[in-house]
């Protein structure tokens, strides 16, 4: 049964770092197009990063360039979101997802919480 397993998420003051990871089993995350999206309360899921099969290809939203960074470690078959200079605006619940043509799989989330 194919999971993937975020962690890292929590409450950081304005300014801060997390590194948020999406740990998968059943599926093996080079082969798969891996991108992270959050939601926000009252807001739709938005594409906050991404990465290609081929781990070089890189896309950002535009509110995040220059702050978070993705990037994947094959041998721990893991991706993650290193987030800098984080802002209020920021918070919101981020979900990790696969895709593989029109094969999808989602993540439970987990929370980011910006605020002094």
């Known amino acids: 049964q194919v999971q993937l397993v975020e962690s890292g998420g929590g409450l950081v003051q304005p300014g801060g770092s997390l590194r948020l990871s999406c740990a998968a089993s059943a599926l093996i995350v080079s082969r798969y197009v891996m991108r992270w999206y959050r939601q926000a309360p009252g807001k739709e899921r938005e594409l906050v990063a991404g990465?290609?099969?081929?781990?070089?290809?890189?896309n950002y939203a535009d509110s995040v360039k220059g702050r978070f960074t993705i990037s994947r470690d094959n041998a721990k078959n893991t991706v993650y979101l290193q987030m800098n200079s984080l802002k209020p605006e920021d918070t919101a619940v981020y979900y990790c997802?696969?895709?593989?043509?029109?094969?999808?799989?989602w993540g439970q989330g987990t929370q980011v919480t910006v605020s002094s």
């Open positions: 997802k696969a895709a593989w043509g029109t094969t999808l799989y």
């Open positions: 990465i290609l099969r081929n781990g070089d290809s890189t």
